[in-house]
């Protein structure tokens, strides 16, 4: 398992996160507009999807999280990717240790600087 996620990927869940009214805590949740908007692992998790399997596959992977509100959908979501369960748990905290105030602007810059 790798917990280096590639640039690609943090870019793309940064757009992700930028496109969202707001960012969740873990895992997801639906805004008044009836977007679905993900926690900062689910982001990645859909971006990787998107990039490696199929924006088909990222569509649903956001759906189920919704409807399930499981992150062990996110944890299996990351060892399809390569990518390690320790990799997801730690994106999780970052994103629920963050206020909401300030949550979207930092876990996009943190995106970016990883």
């Given at each position: 398992m790798m917990n280096t996620i590639p640039q690609t990927v943090n870019e793309l869940a940064a757009q992700i996160l930028a496109s969202q009214s707001n960012v969740p805590m873990?895992?997801?949740?639906?805004?008044?507009s009836g977007?679905?908007?993900l926690c900062l692992a689910a982001a990645v998790a859909k971006a990787g999807l998107e990039l490696h399997i199929s924006e088909a596959r990222a569509r649903e992977f956001a759906e189920e999280l919704e409807k399930t509100r499981s992150k062990e959908i996110i944890e299996?979501?990351?060892v399809q990717l390569g990518w390690s369960v320790d990799a997801c748990r730690t994106r999780i905290a970052l994103n629920d240790r963050t206020h909401r105030a300030?949550?979207?602007?930092r876990?996009?810059?943190y995106?970016?600087?990883?």
């Open positions: 873990s895992p997801a949740e639906r805004d008044e977007n679905i908007n299996r979501a990351f300030v949550r979207k602007r876990l996009i810059s995106l970016l600087e990883h």
